[in-house]
């Protein structure tokens, strides 16, 4: 259901999207927020970095790097709220491997390359356990890793 009102917001479910134009030209996106007086100060913050884009005066940006640590935990926070108790736990079990490898590593700094060579790591743990010992590899299963690789693209997607 969309709601809309006098300050070009829009909520869509739960979330806030703005809605404006300047100069003829459109700009839309999300708030990132169920709240509406926190959604209209992101807004009006959005709305008057454009207008001074445009002036050509300077923006103010934030200069410190997000590492993967504290977007994670960014991430965690979003499940808690959104997601069922169940989706929560299975984050928390199947981040235990990767968490440790990439907490400390800044978010731009994390390419495909360094997630195929986690990929390729935690293979190669999976077929050292005892369990498949003797075993071919078309015979053990890669589940786990396989659901930890989607937890860390549902993660990007988070943070995208």
């Not at 965690?76 to 079990?93: A, E, G, H, P, W």
Request: hydrophobic content about 30%; aromatic content about 12%; charged content about 30%.
């Amino acid at each position: 259901m969309k709601t809309k009102n006098k300050h070009n917001l829009v909520k869509r479910g739960n979330i806030y999207y703005y809605r404006f134009e300047i100069d003829k030209k459109l700009y839309q996106g999300s708030t990132r927020s169920s709240d509406y007086k926190t959604a209209l100060q992101i807004a009006s913050i959005v709305k008057s970095d454009i207008i001074k884009g445009l002036a050509g005066l300077p923006i103010q940006k934030e200069n410190h790097k997000t590492t993967f640590l504290s977007a994670f935990q960014n991430y965690l926070k979003y499940i808690s709220q959104y997601k069922t108790k169940k989706s929560l736990y299975d984050v928390n079990i199947y981040s235990k491997h990767f968490l440790p490898i990439f907490k400390d590593l800044e978010l731009s700094n994390i390419d495909r390359n360094k997630i195929k060579e986690y990929q390729t790591l935690r293979r190669s743990e999976v077929l050292k356990l005892n369990k498949n010992k003797n075993k071919k590899e078309s015979e053990i299963s890669f589940r786990t890793v396989n659901i930890e690789i989607a937890t860390l693209s549902h993660f990007f997607n988070f943070c995208i």
